[in-house]
């Protein structure tokens, strides 16, 4: 028995935008299953800005994808054949398969999915990495608790907007702190966060001031920067501060001119005595299932809730790629490959 | 019945280094204590290079002494009488009394001293603020375990020096920093730590580079500045940094030129996934009882070794203090004021 698979590949490295001829369609004949390998069927791609650097030639911490090769990207998948222990026919997975439509993978590099903790597609998102990110350093990192004010960078990002919705369930209030109106309406009104903080307005620092209260006992921390420094005084003692990005400062390749404010930070946390804590989610991984728990139980009563941008067809792939480097997407872009059993 | 007491008052505001003058003995008749007050008599007084500040009437973040009155200080004294609850006659005390031989203070604001755990004298040092200080840094803070690899910056320092020896009683490295080739001696030879590297050398990075073998488990913060910078790219994953103090930075009125390291902190706490945390010991007073039974064992064991230099007659409490302004003291400044008792 042979499969052939459809696959989108990098046939040269874009320039600017991808076009189509950078990212045609191929098709390839695969192999059967070896021992310890399954056959999977992709129902749900999920496409994310950090594919474009996998196009490209330049330097970064991941390797780049090769030429001929499918473009990187974990997906939602069903069995079709498993000669894997633990995998069987009809399961549902989660992988990290690329742009195609079928391929065969080792067993051990999938994860089984419970279809009835929430709908299959979200475990791209609010019940994949960005949900477990936000989960892991407000509860585990954060330890939040009732009645703490909670205030978020990257408000309407993907990890953002969960914090401020695990805030609320938590019996916290949320501050979110985003760039431009549009983003601090929806953290607002479709995220429910008790206000949302406009950095880029000339009164930010005041505004925040004001949200700020009688000040923060968590600051979750995505952005670094002039945002950064202008909460960090506004912490209460034995604040806390999971560190979980630093936007502002990813493409530095040397210390920025002064001031230095390496002083002010630390007076910060000596001064308050605040808890200062880097994390990556995937150290944390004994905790997964209590968040896998938690979060189904938040999306079924309503109490979190989250976008999906869901369309069809990878043959459109590139095109739906383009939009989402665009901003045209609202809410997490997934592309449906193949039929979802558990709808 | 009434008592004279013998006092070093502040008759006028220093210049430079403290006078006879400036510092003259006066007498004064007190009162009997009243209800929840008691009569000490000061055994042993602390001189400690803070008090040089209290002096001045520049402004601190403590209150500056007001002529005519006692300069402040910390003392072990025994209760000569008491009209306190749970103080009795004879009770071994640690007080702030300033420098007199005798006074009258609230019960409260004494904190009783089991003679049997030490020497009474180092209530003012390695069994007071100092060795209380290393010990909720390392232990509760720094979550000291056996095999870890500690640095501590001031190494030769009243805290520093404790660090080290805890966590070599805890099974752990202990490796100093300090500056110059008699404190780094010191902290090897008298405190027995595994290492000290010497900042003030040329090769400081190289050395401490060569001293962090595979990576620090605990930095014991107290400077903050170039040792901060250098020692934070050496830590392991996971590592925790207690934050107690920041020598370097303390005089800073504003933020000093650049380049700002403050992204390199930041990218150093988030990549490497570290705890840092910043505390005042007298948040954990919870855990004082067992700092003072471990301290008294490690005492009397030998695991933990301290200098005193204790010298004799209150009236010689500014030659003694201006001996200890400029370094001429070996070990911690005691003043001994009146007997023993538990001698």
Known sequence: MSITARQIVLAQHPHGMPTDED??????????????????????????????????QAKSYAAGVEIGQPITAESICEVADSKADGLS????????????????????????????????????????????????????????????????????????????????????????????????QEVEETFGFDACVDYKTGDFKSSLESAAGDGFDIYFENVGGDVLFKVLPLMKEFGRVP??????????????????????????????KLTVRGFINYDDIEHHDAFLQDMSGWLKDGTVKYREDIRDGLENAPAYFRDLLSGGNRGKMVVKVGEDPTE
């Open 23 to 56: 990212l045609p369609l191929r098709e390839k004949t695969l192999d059967a299953p070896a021992q310890g390998e399954v056959l999977v069927r992709v129902i749900y791609l999920s496409l994310d800005p950090y594919m474009r650097g996998r196009m490209s």
């Open 89 to 184: 026919k009809g399961d549902i997975v989660l992988a990290r398969t690329g742009w195609v439509d079928h391929a065969v993978i080792r067993g051990e590099d999938c994860r089984k999915i419970d279809p009835s903790l929430a709908p299959i597609s979200t475990h791209l998102g609010v019940m994949g990495m960005p949900g477990f990110t936000a989960w892991v350093g407000l509860i585990v990192h954060g330890k939040v608790k009732s009645g703490d004010r909670v205030c978020v960078s990257s408000a309407a990002g993907a990890v953002g907007q969960i914090v401020g919705q695990i805030a609320k369930a938590k019996g916290a209030t949320a501050i979110g702190i985003a760039g431009g109106p549009e983003k601090c």
């Open 243 to 272: 560190l979980c990005g630093m936007i502002a400062w990813y493409n530095l390749t040397s210390a920025p001119e002064g001031p230095d404010m390496a002083p002010q930070i630390w007076r910060n946390i000596l001064s308050k």
